[in-house]
């Protein structure tokens, strides 16, 4: 496995549209922290603050905040890995590495190794996201309580990259494979589980990423739901939701070396 | 190790396409084996179905006498279609990728990089690269680590003429160094200067295998003339070894014979029965005119 990281690295190391997009996936982590400390911490009046309990970036609330957050920008990560597993299909160096003397299982674990990088890339920035934010902006003492927020959407993120995977394996090409993607991630996912909550009640809330957002709703929304009614609790327990997630990842992850190890190159 | 490739009733389908059916030959050590046939008749898939690009519907194959794995490919130098790189990286960046595939030194990378005539321009993006150039990379990841088998799918493409000698002197002289050389190609005059073996395919069929001459039968015939050409058609078909007469065009003769004959002996023969001949030549029948029999009957 060592020496399949080795030869990842040499791909990305002097690929510049590698580095950029890094920097723009860090950003899209931290940046939006700004805007929502401004517009729930900045722009509502004291008084209302109070109604609303404590600040979304006091511990252990930013927990939940932080995660909350980056589940809505994660996607870009996810565009990160088309772009790389797309690349080597448009350069047939896919056939190439095999050919060299890469297993085609290789080839599938040197992308899992990218699924699971940029998933603790997004994971440890958005645990800096917290200290700082926390930190700066909040007014209570660290601590860990909450924490297992920033795991569900290590998890989420995994399932968002790994259905990233799954579709540049299936679509090959980088344009169109973006394009179903950011629809998907969008509106398509969005839209199907509007259609299936209608006629399929509370299953509609476990389509892949919908999952993970039901396990990161934004604090002050959930609140708003609980001050209607105190007793609100989501349509099933976080345990089904986190064990949905698992299943989407053991399936996508077979589906992966299926199409892999079968399929002519 | 007595074979480097064996091969067993390999099929494979493309939708309507046969592409290839039953094919099965062997491909011993230490020879230049070409694999020939004009543009689709199997060539690509075949190297494609043995070093794994491709999947066949049936048959199978070993590789070095033991059964196909990353780790035989990893011995082998390959060429297969195409030169395939990372657009955005050097010659010598993208070598080393090879490399590290191949579990290879990257302190090798200088020597092929010379070999090649890349040296001046390893630090270049590949895609800045003209298609020689692409193509001379290709052959320097092939030559990466010394391998002892290489399997080479028209070396040639896109070279220019200086470019193709340069490779075919290369060839000779891998396989002069004791190498086993796979190579298909559809240019029978590259394969007639360097190969000692062919495989003949045609629309996805084996039609032989095994050294040249004994796959592409071509007799040695003799070119003759004389004054009175009739009388000396009428003579020859007398001659003890005779067996085949063909006009040549410019009035000559060709004649072809059981056993190979000596020059001087028939021209002594044809003054003995009193016709004098006033041309004389030995020829062979060319690759190409043999191939073209082969595949088109």
Redesign the interface.
Known sequence: ML?II??EW??VK????FWVFIILSLLSVLAPNFIIHDIFVKRIPKDAQKLLGASVYDFPLVWQTVASIGSYTSGIFGLLLITLVT?EFT???H??????????R?FVLSKLFWVVSLALVAFLTSLIAVLIFGGIYGNTPFSFENCHYLFYYLLQIIVMLLLALLLAMLVKRTGLAIILFVGYVMFLEQLLVFIAKRYLGNLGGLFPLQAGDELLPFPVLEKVEKLADPNYKGPYDNEVYLAVLIIYIVLIVWGVFRKML???? | MSTILSLQNISKRYGAVQALSGVSFDIPTNCVFGILGPNGSGKTTLLGIVTDVLKADTGSFTLMDESPSALQRRKIGTLLETPNFYHYLSGYRNLQIVANIKQQSEADIPRVLELAGLTARQHSAFKTYSLGMKQRLAIAAALLGDPQVLILDEPANGLDPVGIAEVRNLIRQLAHSGKTIIMASHLLDEVEKVCTHVAILRKGQLLGSGPVNVVVARDNFIEIGSADNRALAQLIQQHPAFVQLLPAGDGLLQVTFKDAMDPATLNSWCAQQGVWLSHLQMSRKSLETAFLELTNN
Do not use: A, P
């Open positions: 020496q080795k030869i040499l791909k002097n690929y510049r549209t690349n350069y047939k160096t056939r190439q590495n095999i050919i060299d003397g890469w297993e085609r290789d079968r399929s002519d190159l």
